[in-house]
């Protein structure tokens, strides 16, 4: 107990002497000015993120509908390839070789869509934790 009040006597008699000095106000504006450029640099890269998403998402939609009205376009008799082969499995995907790319296509699609939805998010989350 007396060596709580020793201390706490301590602490209170404890007066730090503050001066005005020129290199620590350098020194805190220096560092003010790095924190401004690490601020200008993230919001430039969540800049890049986010148009990288849109060019993205964009091609993905494009082509994949491009290679969706493409292959809806081909005759429906026509396979779109051919193994010339005599074995069930292969000739099971040359006969649905259509629905199985329309399948793919819209899976690659979605995919894109999803991947475009988490960065996305993944930049607001940046964003959020750097502000």
Known sequence: MNDD???QELFDSFTP????NELFN?????KFAMIDEIQQAETKQIRRYRM????????GIVLGSGLLVFILAIPSDTPLFTF????????F???NSR???VLLTSLMIAFCIIAMMNTSEMVSR??????
């Open 26 to 30: 350098k020194r805190l504006e220096r």
């Open 5 to 7: 009040k020793r201390i």
């Open 93 to 95: 995907i040359e006969q």
């Open 17 to 20: 002497a503050l001066k005005d």
């Open 52 to 59: 990288a998403v849109v060019a993205a998402f964009v091609a």
């Open 84 to 91: 010339g082969i005599n074995f069930y499995p292969l000739q």
């Open 126 to 131: 940046i964003r959020g934790r750097g502000m």
């Open 99 to 101: 629905m199985i790319c």
